[in-house]
């Protein structure tokens, strides 16, 4: 509808009339079988396991510098709100400009590529944990996997999304990213009663290896059908 009065018939556009909405039913349904589809549940379950992944050994990071390094949290929360923002900003601007450039497939395997380096190389250097500029550079690129992943991720899951309840479907998918948030904070404690934060980081690093030869394994059988 228009916002202001028409004062004019000349040139008016007819009125369409919107179109029936179909009942809910019948859009639980289509959602349902749209996310259960086999290749969407294989894309998604790929994503998720990333994301799921990096919360792990983010929080399996950050709890270690403030309970066994004794870093302050108000250190801690300076450095994820001041030049994190800026980070997260100039990140995501990259990764638009890198997507036009290089496609979102090969985009893909590259921020996978640097989330499964950036955790394997923190790990292995948590011996340096307690160091000023080793911990602060590790929650800086620990910040970046995030917008980094969205560039990356969601053209992914907004291509998985039928038509007719694509939006209803792209909300699915990230309750569903959200929900990882709070189900890696708890796995996080269950992971550091049996191992330290370095080994719960090598295995969310072959965790993300593993989503990346998942996600190329279900693009070449797609290509191959």
Known sequence: DRLLPQFSLRGASPVVPAAENPPLSWVFRELLHS??????????GCVWAVYLACTVFY???????????????????VLEGSWVNLLVLGALVAGGLLSDRLGA?????????????TIAGLSAVSAHWGQQSV???GILLLNLIDPFMSVAALPL???????????????TYMALVNFGDVIGAKVTGWALVVAPASVVGLGCAITVLLALWGLRH??????SQ
Do not use: E, K
């Not at 929080?59 to 929360?77: E, G, K, M």
């Open 35 to 44: 996310v259960l589809r086999p290749r969407s549940l294989r894309i998604f």
């Open 59 to 77: 929080s399996s990071f950050v709890y270690t510098l403030i309970h066994t390094l004794h870093w302050r949290a108000q250190d801690v929360s």
């Open 105 to 117: 497939a090969r985009l893909q395997r590259w921020v996978l590529g640097f989330v499964a380096l």
């Open 135 to 137: 911990a602060t550079g």
């Open 157 to 171: 899951l907004m291509n998985l999304c039928a038509d007719r309840v694509a939006g209803s479907q792209f909300t």
């Open 218 to 223: 279900v693009r070449a059988t797609s290509s």
